[in-house]
């Protein structure tokens, strides 16, 4: 496996990949890896002749510069961990050579923004289409993969393919849990015991949302007062959002009618976690 740092010398191995004729997957994270970019990975090395995973920690994307300074980082553990799982490259540049001085152009999307995170993180997606975009014009991939729990990121993604005509399959792979339920997520390591513990309402919460849907309620308003409930009764919980939304248009829903989907973003002391469900 190769570990490539510089864009030039990518887009000349994308090349000789695409002169083979060869099909690239594309794994794009911003490492502190976990088992959930280990199941994007290996869906990607089974669907594809070439996997690239890129390890980039975007600061464009970050709206909290305590975010940012506190994201974890562990490259050579994140390599060990790509290579372990068969690809053939690791892109890893440093931001001079992604943001380069000069840099001013980015790419922004209406409407799917205005709702869920994009709602409480100003620029926080404008920097997740940019670098998405220069990742994706960088190294050409037939497949692109994205986790679930990202779900608003995923059908951002998903239309900035299609509004830019890019020739990309996006695939979308559920989202990955600890045993108790726990979403996987590289900012869980900054969970401290009892916050640990605390976080498991949010899944307990979006089980509720699911278990009341199954039984036939269908009034968001009815849902939500019972997942703020469980979330407010754990420990060190702070709501950002608790919303139903149409699966497509992210749009609020009042009744669910169709595939809609229960989103969260909670404080658990200083870490900001997301989760959602499927609710159809
Ligand atoms: O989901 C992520 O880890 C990031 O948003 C991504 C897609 C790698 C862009 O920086």
């Not at 690239?24 to 994007?40: C, D, K, N, Q, Y």
């Not at 994706?136 to 993969?145: G, K, L, S, T, W």
């Not at 559920?174 to 401290?192: C, I």
Request: aromatic share 6%; hydrophobic share 40%; with cysteine.
């Amino acid at each position: 496996m190769d570990v490539i740092t510089k864009v030039k010398e990518m887009q000349t191995r994308v090349l000789s990949i695409k002169d083979r004729k060869e099909s690239i997957g594309f794994v794009p994270t911003m490492g502190a890896l976990h088992e959930g970019h280990v199941s994007l990975i290996r869906s990607a090395r089974n669907e594809n002749d070439e996997l690239i995973v890129s390890i980039y920690l975007n600061p464009t994307q970050f709206d909290n510069k305590d975010d940012f300074d506190n994201y974890p980082h562990q490259l050579d553990k994140d390599i060990e961990i790509v290579e372990r799982e068969n690809a053939d490259v690791v892109f890893a540049p440093d931001t001079e050579e992604i943001y380069p001085e000069g840099f001013c152009t980015y790419v922004t999307q209406g409407k799917l923004i205005d709702s869920l995170c994009g709602r409480l993180r100003p620029g926080h997606f404008n920097g997740v289409t940019t670098i998405v975009t220069k990742l994706f014009n960088i190294i050409r991939p037939d497949r692109a993969y994205f986790g679930q729990k990202d779900f608003q990121q995923s059908i951002v993604i998903k239309k900035l393919v299609a509004d830019l005509n890019m020739n990309i399959d996006i695939k979308v792979l559920p989202t990955v849990r600890d045993e108790d339920g726990l979403a996987l997520s590289s900012r869980n390591k900054r969970l401290n015991p009892e916050e640990r513990h605390s976080a498991l309402c949010i899944y307990g919460s979006l089980l509720k949302a699911k278990s009341m849907f199954a039984s036939n309620i269908k009034d968001s308003k009815e849902i939500i007062e019972e997942m703020t409930s469980i979330i407010k009764k754990a420990k060190h919980t702070r709501i950002d959002y608790i919303s139903i939304v149409n699966a497509h248009t992210l749009e609020d829903v009042s009744s669910i009618n169709g595939k809609a989907v229960a989103a969260v973003a909670v404080w658990i002391g200083n870490t900001r976690l997301i989760d959602n469900l499927i609710l159809e």
